[in-house]
């Protein structure tokens, strides 16, 4: 199985600045087919990004998605008041398909 | 848009089955790509399996020969079971559906159905 390791566990930030979320896997992910959800307490998830960096339909161009092979990275320019959440990257090129652990963005 | 409802018991005693159906209303339902995953109080996201366009079954190893997974396309829903349920088996259980057609890729989720384990 491919193991996702997500870094940093959690990220404290305000309102207004950069995150950076770093998403590494166990082995070379095929196609680059690696997902990033946000996942709102007391929501269901939510598709953000799938094939590494195309933004899923109706997601907001501050979110943007990198890398290939096994280093990935979901990067949200300037942080919204509703984009503190837990993230978790995904790969769904191999099965069984895996998440990461997930990366919290809480507010500083 | 697609909106996707599920339902099923809630409250299980070990070695029962659980049992969980998702329907999908509105939008377009071709490219569909469907699948159940699940989140363990304090853990994270789990994936249990899914089931493609073509109605290919694929789950994940680790629950071995418990689950069984459905389609009933005339109805636009899909099920869930997982047999021999333990206390391990606690969890909030979602599904998933995704598509993509000329606007992009995109997915709905049901609302999550918390399924206890318990005597």
């Known amino acids: 199985d491919i193991v996702l390791t997500q870094s940093p566990g959690t990220l404290s930030l305000s309102p207004g600045e950069r995150a950076t979320l770093s998403c590494r896997a166990s082995?070379?992910?095929?196609?680059?087919?690696l997902a990033w959800y946000q996942h709102r307490p007391g929501q269901a998830p939510r598709l953000l990004i799938h094939?590494?960096?195309i933004r899923a339909t109706g997601i907001p161009d501050r979110f943007s998605g990198s890398g290939s092979g096994t280093d990935f990275s979901l990067t949200i320019s300037r942080l919204e008041p509703e984009d503190f959440a837990v993230y978790y990257c995904q790969q769904y090129g191999s099965s069984p398909r895996t998440f990461g652990q997930g990366t919290k963005v809480e507010i500083k | 848009q697609v909106q996707v409802q599920q339902w099923g018991a809630g409250l299980l005693n070990p070695s029962e089955t659980l049992s969980l159906t998702c329907a999908a209303y509105g939008g377009s339902f071709s490219g569909l790509y469907r699948s159940w995953i699940r989140q363990s109080p304090g853990k994270g996201l789990e994936w249990i399996g899914e089931?493609?366009?073509?109605?290919?079954?694929n789950h994940n190893p680790s629950f071995k020969s418990r689950v069984t997974m459905s389609l009933d396309t005339s109805k636009q829903q899909f099920s869930l079971k997982l047999r021999s349920v333990t206390a391990a088996d606690t969890a909030v259980y979602y599904c998933r559906q995704a598509w993509c057609n000329a606007a992009g890729c995109s997915d709905s989720w049901g609302q999550g159905t918390l399924v206890t384990v318990s005597s």
């Open positions: 094939a590494a960096s």
């Open positions: 089931i493609n366009e073509s109605g290919s079954i």
């Open positions: 082995q070379t992910i095929s196609s680059n087919h």
